[in-house]
């Protein structure tokens, strides 16, 4: 039997010394309704997103759940001229996350994490690897775990 993604979430962030707190929910609609589930506001809702750097080449974009990426400020502090999002079936060869499940804890292939300066100092919810599941985790404990850039890349 392969290891789940949440096994795989587990795995990883206590290898690295991360407290990771895993909340079951049910499945929600949109952002809003996820938020209203966990008790929490939009604002820490972690958006985990795969963004395509290059020819098989990644990274994590991480932000408040009401807000997006800013793709002029990501590419400003990346170095590159051109970012994408990858189609699914790609994300989920780079990472070995579905959509919706997508968090850098566990993933596959090691992608460097830029963090958006909004989440720092928060307790904050993202993808645990598995859908139905959360991952509540103290934003710069997973910051310092993965030595994340934060920088404001978000709007």
């Keep these: 039997m392969s290891e789940s993604g949440l096994d795989r979430m ?24 996820a938020a209203a589930l966990m008790d929490l506001p939009p ?4 958006k985990s997103l795969v963004v395509r750097r290059g020819e098989g ?7 408040p759940g009401d807000r997006s990426i800013a793709w ?11 970012l994408a999002m990858p189609p699914a ?9 579905e959509r ?3 968090t850098p804890v566990g993933a596959r292939g090691g992608w460097p994490v830029y963090v958006d300066e909004r989440i720092a100092g928060a307790t904050v919810a993202l993808g645990a690897g598995a859908h139905g599941h959360s991952a ?3 934003a710069d404990a ?7 850039t934060v920088a404001d890349i978000a709007e």
Excluded: C, H, M, W
């Design 43 to 46: 604002s820490q809702l972690v």
């Design 136 to 138: 509540i985790v103290d």
């Design 10 to 33: 587990r795995a990883d962030a206590a290898a690295r010394g991360l407290t990771v707190t895993v909340r079951e929910r049910p499945a929600a609609r949109s952002l809003e309704e």
């Design 142 to 148: 997973l910051i310092a775990a993965y030595g994340a």
């Design 57 to 63: 080449a990644y990274l994590f974009a991480l932000v």
């Design 72 to 82: 002029p400020k990501l590419r400003a502090v990346v170095g590159v001229n051109r």
């Design 89 to 97: 079936d790609e994300a989920l060869e780079a990472t070995g996350y």
């Design 100 to 102: 919706g499940t997508i």
